[in-house]
């Protein structure tokens, strides 16, 4: 019975392991390339934003700084908020179990691109935008998956594809 107990822990514990060392790897892509991240005790769940300060400290941990230190913030915090540069990423977003908010910075991206993004069932915010002058790739296709979305309440997509039909999707 002790043998039994044993390897339940273990079993346990590598699958955190496992889950939190590739929620480090997709959030590490994110910032190498210019991308940001907000970690649930960074995330104003009343107001659906990162926490925003008055005297300018950043938001912390409840949790022992040594234990941050020594094994990081993905094995007990879950990321609520992704900005991203990189259409590359967007496969490895379902990752993230509780990601609320998604903003895409990407001209290049297509329909079939942002699809991978129908299974982050979180999601209550989504935006996908290109830089000042250029306009995104996304069209009708996308807007089908993104009325699915179960909690979803603000979309907002530059896109030249996108038609009145495709519209009345939403």
């Known amino acids: 019975l002790l043998l039994v107990g044993l390897t339940l822990l273990c079993l346990a514990l590598g699958w955190w392991t496992h889950r939190a060392r590739k929620q480090e790897s997709v959030v590490r892509y994110i910032e190498q390339y210019g991308g940001e991240v907000t970690y649930d ?76 993004a129908a299974y982050i069932r979180s999601l209550i915010w989504l935006q996908v935008c290109a830089d000042d002058t250029a306009v995104t790739q996304i069209g009708d296709e996308s807007l089908e998956w993104i009325a699915s979305l179960p909690r979803l309440e603000s979309v907002l997509i530059d896109g030249t594809n996108i038609t009145a039909g495709g519209l009345e999707k939403l």
């Open 41 to 116: 005790f960074e995330w104003d769940e009343e107001f659906g934003q990162p926490i925003q300060s008055i005297d300018g400290t950043e938001a912390r941990s409840s949790l022992p700084i040594w234990l941050l230190d020594g094994l990081g913030h993905d094995y007990f915090h879950e990321v609520k908020s992704v900005y991203t540069f990189d259409r590359e990423v967007v496969p490895d977003l379902r990752r993230f179990r509780k990601l609320e908010s998604l903003l895409i910075q990407d001209e290049s991206i297509t329909d079939e691109q942002l699809a991978p």
